[in-house]
C-alpha cells in the first residue's frame, strides 16, 4: 500500500514525518512531500529527535495531486481541510477507483478521513493516523457513527467485488432505517451475522426472504433476492491451455465465453495456471500482466499427480506429457475443486476451479 504525505509548513513538515515514519512501521510504503515558502529546495529539516528528507513539489499543488491519484492508494494532507478540498476536487472520480484522503492538522490534534472511507481505506487510515501522532480520529460516515453493517467495508476485508453500488447503498440505506437484509451465500461463513442481516438458503420460502439481499457468490446469475447485490469473491482459478503464438486478444475471448458458459463471473478470476512448458508464453504472459493476475506454471509431473476426474486427450498427452492441462492445472494452483471442465475454442482451452475459502463477518 503506498501513501504520499504532503505538508506546507516546518510545524506541518514535522508532522508528515512522524506520519511517514509511523505508517512505514505499519507496513506502508510512504513518502513525505513539502510544498510552499520553507521549502527553498530538498533539505533535512529536525523535528523531534529526527532528521528527515521532505521531497519538494515544484508544480501547482492541484497538478501534483491529480497525478497522485492515479499513482497511489492513499494521500494525507497536513493541514487545512480547505487546502485538500480544493485540491482533490478535479481528480474525483467514484468511491470505488478514488484513493483513501486524510487531512491531519499541523498540530496534530485531528485526523479527518475525507475521502473514499471505506473501499479506499480512509476510515481506517484516519485511525492509524491519529494513533501514530495522537491526534483525535474524526469519521462521519453513517454506518460507523451508527455502529451499522457497511457492506463495502466487508467486500473489501474479505476481497469482494461489488457487483451494484446503488445496491451497497441502498443496504444501508435499509439497516440504517432499522430493516432487515437477507444473506445468501455459496460459500459457509464465520463469525456471527451483524444486526439487520438475516440468513437465507435454498430452501427459504420465498415470501419469507427480505426483498434486498446479498449474495455472496462466483455465479453472474444467481438472483437469491428480488433484489440482490451480488458479492463476487476472488477465488476463481483459470487453468488455460493453449496453441503455441495464440494472441491475448485470443486467450481473453475465451476465457470470457467460456466463464459466460459456465455462468461463472470473470472478476472472480484470481489467477492463471497452465503447464511449464507455456511460462514464456506470450499471449498468456501478456493476458495475466494485462489484468493483474498471477500466472503459475507445473510440471507435467506434477499435474498428472493431481488428484481427480479430467477430461483426457491423447494428442495433449503426446504434446505435453499429461492427458489434461487445463483442468488440471486449475485444480493444482487453486488446491480447490473444479467447477466447470473443458472447454475449447480455437484453440485455446480453459477450465475453472475454486479454492476453499469463507467469508468473515
Known amino acids: 500500500m503506498t ?15 512522524r506520519l511517514r515514519a ?22 533535512e529539516l529536525g523535528g523531534a529527535g529526527r532528521t528527515h528528507k521532505i521531497h519538494k513539489i515544484q508544480e501547482p499543488i492541484g497538478q501534483w495531486t491529480g497525478e497522485q491519484f492515479s499513482r497511489s492508494d492513499a494521500l494525507i494532507f497536513v493541514g487545512a481541510c480547505g487546502i485538500a478540498v480544493r485540491s482533490i476536487a478535479p481528480s474525483i472520480r467514484h468511491k470505488t477507483t478514488d484513493p483513501a ?15 473514499s472511507g471505506h473501499i479506499g481505506g480512509g476510515n481506517d487510515l484516519a485511525l492509524m493516523a491519529a494513533r501514530i ?11 460507523d457513527l ?18 451494484d453500488m446503488r445496491y451497497a447503498k441502498e443496504i444501508s440505506a435499509r439497516l440504517l432505517e432499522g430493516e432487515t437484509v437477507g444473506v445468501y451465500s455459496d460459500f459457509p461463513w464465520t463469525g456471527d451475522l451483524p444486526r439487520g442481516l438475516v440468513p437465507v438458503d435454498d430452501d427459504t420460502d420465498l415470501e419469507q426472504r427480505p426483498r434486498l439481499g446479498i449474495a455472496v457468490t462466483v455465479r453472474r446469475d444467481l438472483q437469491p433476492f428480488a433484489q440482490t447485490l451480488r458479492l463476487i469473491p476472488r477465488v476463481v482459478t483459470a487453468g488455460i491451455g493453449c496453441r503455441r503464438g495464440t494472441s491475448d486478444e485470443k486467450i481473453a475471448e475465451a476465457v470470457s465465453r467460456a466463464a459466460e458458459q459456465a455462468g461463472i463471473c470473470l472478476q472472480a478470476i484470481a489467477g492463471v495456471a497452465s503447464i511449464d512448458l507455456k511460462k514464456d508464453e506470450p499471449g498468456l504472459v501478456a493476458y495475466c500482466r494485462g489484468r493483474g493476475l498471477p500466472f503459475e506454471t507445473f510440471s507435467a509431473e506434477e499435474l498428472r499427480a493431481v488428484e481427480g476426474q479430467f477430461t483426457p486427450s491423447s494428442f495433449v498427452s503426446s504434446v505435453t506429457g499429461v492427458d489434461n492441462v487445463c483442468e488440471r492445472s486449475a485444480v493444482r494452483a487453486s488446491g480447490g475443486r473444479l467447477i466447470a471442465g473443458k472447454m475449447a475454442r ?11 475459502w469463507r467469508p468473515v463477518f
Open 101 to 115: 484522503v486524510v487531512v491531519v492538522d499541523e498540530r496534530a490534534q485531528f485526523a479527518i478521513s475525507l475521502l
Open 22 to 43: 509511523g505508517l512505514v512501521e505499519e507496513g506502508w510504503q510512504a513518502q513525505a512531500f513539502g510544498k510552499g515558502r520553507y521549502m527553498e529546495e530538498m533539505e
Open 133 to 143: 501522532v495522537g491526534a483525535q480520529p474524526v469519521v462521519t460516515t453513517a454506518t
Open 3 to 17: 501513501v504520499k504525505i504532503i505538508s506546507f509548513s516546518r510545524r506541518g513538515a514535522d508532522v508528515g514525518e
Open 346 to 356: 480455437e484453440g485455446v482451452t480453459v477450465a475453472f476451479a475454486v479454492r476453499t
Open 146 to 163: 451508527n455502529g451499522v453493517f457497511a457492506v463495502d467495508v466487508f467486500a473489501k476485508q474479505n476481497g469482494c467485488h461489488i457487483a
